[in-house]
């Protein structure tokens, strides 16, 4: 038990270090969260959390880790101009940056109605998001689905990247562990790595994305569009 709890101890410092922890308490300060109530995914980048706001309406919040080096070594690839300059200048900077421009994207999709999480605010490293599941349980990962109409869910993703390119963003991490499905509909989720596309690799991203999904879907017999031909129907509407 003991190394259990040193092992428990040790997460919860790597996450909640004393900016973390100040900015979780002015959150809860603003009443956006009243309490935490456990994890629900952890990644190399960051740590998701459930949590409720004053009304016990359930929330997702997502913790970037700002000690985190293999995080640090993927960022300076999507990384703008501007996120650039700060990545080289201070690595807490950059990552406050990271959590804003997710935050931004995810506000971007959902106001032109692609099927994303509510983003609810930010705050330094802190992105507090709608849940999306039932009864407190998250919603599943797309791989973790196997009695789903994949035709349909197939035909919803195309279009949810389709739209999210004429808004100017690439997802850039797309693939089915990246996709929630939730009420028969699949949510594209963690836009950290989103870029928009005027940026240097976005069509590089964005043909990797279409790649990832149509091998996923091509593994479940859907008869999918060719790689450069959605890849062209996308740039080229």
């Known amino acids: 038990m003991k190394e259990k709890d040193s092992e428990r101890l040790a997460t919860l410092e790597e996450v909640f270090d004393h900016s973390t922890v100040m900015t979780a308490y002015s959150l809860i300060r603003k009443k ?43 960022m300076r690839l999507y990384l703008d101009e501007y996120g650039l300059k700060l990545y080289n200048k201070n690595f807490r900077s950059a990552v406050f940056y990271w959590c804003e421009k997710e935050f931004k994207h995810l506000k971007i999709a959902y106001d032109a109605n692609i099927n994303v999480p509510k983003p609810i605010t930010y705050k330094n490293n802190i992105l507090v998001l709608e849940f ?23 035909d919803i993703l195309v279009n949810d990247i389709k739209n999210l390119f004429n808004c100017g963003i ?20 963690d836009f950290g790595q989103s870029v928009k596309k005027n940026h240097p690799n976005a069509l590089y991203f964005l043909l990797r994305d279409i790649k990832n999904i149509n091998k996923f879907f091509r593994e479940r017999k859907v008869s999918v569009i060719e790689d450069y ?8 509407p």
């Open 229 to 236: 031909e959605l890849f062209e129907k996308i740039t080229n």
């Open 170 to 189: 690439v997802h850039a991490d797309l693939s089915e562990y990246n996709i929630l499905y939730h009420k028969e509909k699949p949510y594209l989720i």
């Open 32 to 74: 956006i969260i009243d309490h935490f109530d456990g994890t629900l995914s952890t990644g190399k980048e960051s740590r998701v959390y459930l949590a409720f706001d004053l009304n016990n309406n359930l929330l997702a919040v997502k913790i970037y880790l700002i000690t985190s080096a293999e995080f640090k070594r993927g």
């Open 132 to 154: 999306l599941g039932e009864d407190g349980k998250p919603a599943p990962i797309l791989a973790e689905c196997y009695d789903i109409d994949y035709e349909k869910t197939y």
